[in-house]
């Protein structure tokens, strides 16, 4: 893809900061497309005849980052999709990248971003925000023991991702503890001066 034509987003932050949540309010107001790449491996998970939905479940119930090759296949596919068929230019890469290899190998593979939303809040935020989902949600990996792992796997390896971004100065940190209006109202500033 070519960055002059194509937008990239990525929406990062901790299990549960909200970042599928603001990705609708943003997709619906600026005319972006939402790709989750958890959503996206959900689905390929269930996809009948996948060669790897044995593996992505399991990657997905210990928390752990399925290798990037399944990933990237995964997204570059929905988004030449948007592209071809509908003209779709704008994207809002959700939860990816979330390891160092995978951030290098998509901005030198498939192309680079503008900028990285990163929501910031607690674990214990965090936590609460989940295991209320999971009453509900039917998502293997939102009970406590996952939880923990995904928190682990967040802190150690996807957080660097971050930090690197923001050496470059490609971060827009937004306080995710507040309500999501409140979240969504700062997220707008961003949005009405970069777009
Ligand atoms: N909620 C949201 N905002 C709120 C607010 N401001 N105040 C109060 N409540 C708020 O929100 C989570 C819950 O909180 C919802 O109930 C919501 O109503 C409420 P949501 O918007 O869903 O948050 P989100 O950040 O999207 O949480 P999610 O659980 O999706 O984040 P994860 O990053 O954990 O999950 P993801 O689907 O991205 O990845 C799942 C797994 O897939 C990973 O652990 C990994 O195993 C695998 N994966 C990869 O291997 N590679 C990838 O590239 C991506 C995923
Ligand atoms: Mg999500």
Do not use: W
Not at 80 to 107: H, V
Not at 152 to 167: G, L, N, R
Not at 173 to 190: P, R, T
């Amino acid at each position: 893809f070519d960055s002059n034509e194509i937008f990239v987003v990525f929406v990062l932050g901790g299990p549960g900061s909200g970042k599928g949540t603001q990705c609708a309010y943003i997709k619906r107001d600026y005319d972006f497309v939402h790709l989750s790449a958890g959503d996206l491996l959900r689905e390929e998970q269930h996809r009948p005849g996948s060669e790897y939905g044995e593996l992505i479940n399991n990657y997905i119930r210990e928390g752990e980052i399925v290798p990037m090759e399944v990933t990237i296949l995964l997204l570059e596919k929905a988004m030449k999709e948007s592209r071809d068929t509908e003209n779709k230019t704008r994207f809002l890469i959700d939860g990816f990248p979330r390891k160092m290899d995978q951030a290098i190998k998509f901005e030198s593979t498939v192309v680079e971003s503008q900028f990285t939303l990163y929501f910031e809040a607690s674990e214990e935020t965090l936590r609460k925000r989940l295991l209320k989902r999971g009453e509900s949600s039917g998502r293997i990996d939102d009970n406590s023991e996952s939880i923990k792992k995904r928190f682990k796997t967040f802190e150690e390896t996807s957080y660097p991702v971050i930090e690197d971004f923001m050496a470059r100065g490609k971060v827009r940190k937004i306080d995710a503890e507040q309500s999501i209006e409140e979240v969504f109202e700062e997220v707008k500033k961003i949005f009405e001066t970069a777009f």
